[in-house]
């Protein structure tokens, strides 16, 4: 049974910092590609980041570069997003997803077969 569970969310102010992160289980974690999505309140999810399995190719939503960083520890399972001057429009719950893969890690959230349940990232205006 594979389980993804992130944590890390919560309320920050304009321009602070959070770091996100994703737990997996029941899957041999160095085999996936491995993404973060956020769903803003009546807006459909969009892709933030993804890391391939070996964490040699990045890549980000324009609205993140430069902010944003993804990471990986494949001994302890576990996916970080670090987000740095965070801003109001930032706000939204924040997912990882996970979708076996030795190839780049996709941008398009129907390519990942796995999900977890959301943490909330608000960012006051």
């Known amino acids: 049974q594979v389980q993804l569970v992130e944590s890390g969310g919560g309320l920050v102010q304009a321009g602070g910092s959070l770091r996100l992160s994703c737990a997996a289980s029941?899957?041999?974690?160095?085999?996936?590609?491995m993404g973060w999505f956020r769903q803003a309140p009546g807006k459909e999810r969009e892709f933030v980041s993804a890391?391939?399995?070996?964490?040699?190719?990045?890549y980000y939503a324009d609205s993140v570069k430069g902010r944003f960083t993804i990471s990986r520890d494949n001994a302890k399972k576990t996916v970080y997003l670090q987000m740095n001057s965070l801003k109001p429009e930032d706000t939204a719950v924040y997912y990882c997803?996970?979708?076996?893969?030795?190839?780049?890690?996709?941008?398009?959230?129907?390519?990942?077969?796995?999900w977890g349940q959301g943490t909330q990232v608000t960012v006051p205006s």
């Open positions: 890391i391939s399995w070996s964490g040699g190719t990045l």
């Open positions: 997803a996970a979708r076996p893969s030795f190839g780049v890690p996709g941008r398009d959230r129907n390519e990942y077969n796995y």
């Open positions: 029941g899957v041999t974690f160095g085999n996936y590609a």
